[in-house]
């Protein structure tokens, strides 16, 4: 008598393969999400020290630019010293600061976009914002960036 065998092979070549194809596409479009989600650049900005910053809730970082600082005894010019408050509040009704269109100038305000960005003590008086983003105006700037402390 013969023996039938009961077993009944396997093949391996038969086993369930994933399908790479659906799982790459999956991959892409979570490495599409999570670059496009994350920032890499960090906000590098300084605020002069004497200088407390109005809160904001925006969300928008700030790129390099000039800094224009207005603190509570004085305007600076990427940290440098310009001109004190008290002769821009000397010039009256006059607008342009002489020495920031100066330093301006010298600076040459490069780019296609010239940006400047002001760095304003909350209790600074808007004439003074007003005269510097003129004299800015003046130099070239054409748009305006207003450093302020994100709240939270």
Do not use: W
């Amino acid at each position: 008598m013969r023996r039938i065998s009961n077993t009944v092979s396997i093949n391996t070549t038969d086993a369930a393969k994933p399908q790479l194809t659906s799982l790459i596409d999956v991959l892409t479009v979570l490495l599409i999400f999570l670059i496009h989600s994350f920032s890499a650049e960090a906000s590098d900005v300084n605020p002069a020290k004497s200088v407390i910053l109005p809160e904001s809730s925006s969300k928008t970082i700030p790129s390099d630019m000039a800094s224009v600082a207005i603190t509570t005894s004085d305007i600076q010019l990427n940290g440098m010293h310009i001109v004190t408050l008290k002769s821009v509040n000397a010039l009256g009704p006059e607008l342009e600061i002489d020495m920031l269109y100066k330093e301006l100038a010298k600076i040459g305000m490069s780019g296609d976009k010239k940006e400047v960005m002001i760095q304003a003590d909350k209790k600074t008086e808007f004439a003074v914002v007003k005269k510097v983003m003129y004299t800015c105006s003046k130099a070239g700037a054409s748009e305006y960036t207003v450093l302020v402390i994100n709240a939270e």
